[in-house]
């Protein structure tokens, strides 16, 4: 299971109300943290990534030492002569990292993107999937 990180949300309020109170001129690239499910059965870890409107050539996942990260791009693709009164979309980078347990096998991580929902499946490692000892009779 992935473990709750307090100074994670303690740094995305942090960053959030540094936001507030600078000027967007000013600000610097965002980058997002996208919601995600995480759930586990008997296959292993599940992690739904939400990215709406992401093309899915512009995600990127990547498994070393224990973390798990993905990455996505959105960018805003302004028209010319046309004039935007709102953007409320997220456009920008995307970025998640999770802490893997090793009870999890990452180097056999399956990804599959679909209707904006990108689907993580982390299965467990071998060593600690329950195996069946047959018993002999004397």
């Given at each position: ?35 995600v499910d995480v759930m586990e059965d008997g296959e292993g870890l599940h992690l739904l990534v939400y990215l ?29 002569g046309v004039a935007y009164h709102r953007l409320e979309g997220p456009y920008g980078t995307f970025a998640r ?42």
């Open positions: 299971m992935i473990r709750f990180d307090p100074f994670r949300e303690l740094e995305e309020l942090q960053e959030r109300l540094a936001r507030a109170f600078v000027p967007p001129a000013q600000q610097g690239p965002r980058v997002y943290a996208p919601p709406p409107g992401v093309d899915p050539g512009r995600v990127e996942v990547v498994a070393e030492e224990g973390v798990l990260s993905v990455k996505a791009e959105r960018p805003l693709e302004k028209q010319e990292s999770f802490n893997v347990p090793s009870t999890y096998d990452l180097s056999r991580v399956q990804a599959r993107f679909r209707h904006g929902v990108l689907h993580l499946l982390v299965p467990k490692a071998e060593a600690t999937k329950p195996k069946k000892i047959q018993v002999q009779v004397e």
